[in-house]
């Protein structure tokens, strides 16, 4: 197996943006996915008002501030590549548990991978979803965010999720 190495580095160890000039340009699709856990009373209270707030519809809102996070990735995290995407979609899902699912797809053809984008949008859309429900309780939870799955470019990425008693 090859030795990998960390590749925002040069030569002298100093920080860089990759060059992906050399690269081709191949159709490349991230998944990422962030989980926000309410307190019951918070869970409850956000279905009875059909999911809105004060502030509005916190769903929707989440979706749109998803969206333009993914789209703004390279003005937030150092070296990322500025990418025109093709596609990204935000899915908010509201688990009985009173868990919320967010998951952020993103496409684009390009010579450099989308997995911060789609981890950013699904983050910021998280974070929405926080900001929205705040009044209500301070004690919401955001995190597992991970990325699900990559195609394109040199490594696919799946990833294999496990069930109780092992099975996948």
């Known amino acids: 197996m090859a030795k990998r190495a960390l590749s925002h580095l040069d030569r002298e160890n100093r920080p860089t943006m990759v060059d992906v000039g050399v690269k081709q340009v191949s159709l490349r699709e991230a998944l990422a996915e962030a989980r926000v856990k309410l307190p019951r009373p918070v869970a409850a209270a956000l279905r009875r008002s059909g999911h809105r707030t004060h502030k509005g ?5 989440a979706v749109i501030a998803g969206v333009m996070a993914a789209k703004r990735t390279h003005e937030l995290i150092p070296f990322c590549h ?22 952020c797809r993103v496409v684009v053809h390009h010579r450099t991978g ?8 699904a983050s910021v859309a998280a974070l929405t979803i926080y900001d929205m429900c705040k009044a209500l309780s301070h004690d ?21 999720v496990r069930r109780p008693g092992g099975r996948r």
Do not use: N, W
Request: hydrophobic share 35%; glycine share 12%.
């Open 140 to 160: 919401i939870e955001i995190g597992g965010i991970r990325l699900l799955e990559k195609t394109g470019g040199k490594r696919a990425y799946k990833r294999i």
């Open 114 to 121: 989308v997995e911060m984008e789609a981890l950013t949008g």
């Open 57 to 61: 519809p916190v769903f929707d809102t």
């Open 82 to 103: 500025p990418l025109g995407l093709e596609h990204c979609s935000i899915e908010v899902d509201q688990r009985t548990s009173g868990e919320i699912r967010v998951r």
